[in-house]
């Protein structure tokens, strides 16, 4: 079983920047494929960004060069930099890892990011 918890959202500006963090526990996140996603007020939940367990990375078109997916395995930590944020950032983000393998796949609970002046 794996637990992951997301941090680091909050209030920001556009044009800001934010860290989010996954920490996971109960097993290695290293054999896990790793993906943020999104979900603003009233719409589906979209995909934001993954990093294989070979370190390849894959963002949606709508954050591409200002999102950044990281992944510091002996922290069994999963980051997504935030920057150039906008307002339609706005979403609560969850953190997802799957290892299709072993069949296994895992939610975070959520950090709500807003952004707005």
């Known amino acids: 079983q794996v637990q992951l918890v997301e941090s680091g959202g909050g209030l920001v500006q556009p044009g800001g920047s934010l860290r989010l963090s996954c920490a996971a526990s109960g097993s290695d996140l290293n054999i896990y494929t790793m993906d943020w996603y999104r979900q603003a007020p009233g719409k589906q939940r979209e995909w934001v960004a993954r990093i294989t367990t070979d370190v390849s990375t894959y963002y949606a078109g709508s954050v591409k060069g200002r999102f950044t997916i990281t992944r510091d395995n002996a922290k069994n930590t999963v980051y997504l930099q935030m920057d150039s944020l906008k307002p339609e950032d706005t979403a609560v983000y969850f953190c997802?890892?799957?290892?299709?393998?072993?069949?296994?796949?895992?939610w975070g609970q959520g950090t709500q990011v807003t952004v707005s002046s």
């Open positions: 997802n890892a799957k290892a299709t393998a072993i069949s296994r796949e895992y």
